[in-house]
């Protein structure tokens, strides 16, 4: 059972720092696909320690499903008719959105 006035030792985690994390894992994924992106890379891109970012994920691939999860809703899942042209459209429209954060009108994404 929590106890909900039970304080936890260290800083209280930043919104702030999790919010860039997040911004620079979807603008990597973008740029650089994600074999080829780094936690270190991350972190530096959102200005935070690598340990700032595994205290919170336990590996790239939860710091990516965590990113992507973070935009859902502005998403339009893709159909291309193949996994593969379905996760390039999820990437490309995930970075249109994180460089473009007010999207296109009615936030609609086309998808090529």
Known sequence: MTNPGKKFPGRPRSAQS????????????AEVGFEAMSIEAI????GVGKTTIYRRYSSK?????DAIESIREEVLLPD??????????????AAQISLNPLGTANGCHDYQ
């Open 80 to 93: 291309t008719g193949s996994l593969w042209g379905d996760m390039d459209a999820l990437i490309q429209n």
């Open 18 to 29: 999790h919010q860039a994390m997040l911004q620079a894992t979807l603008e990597l994924l």
């Open 61 to 65: 691939a939860e710091l990516v499903a």
């Open 43 to 46: 972190a530096t891109r959102a």
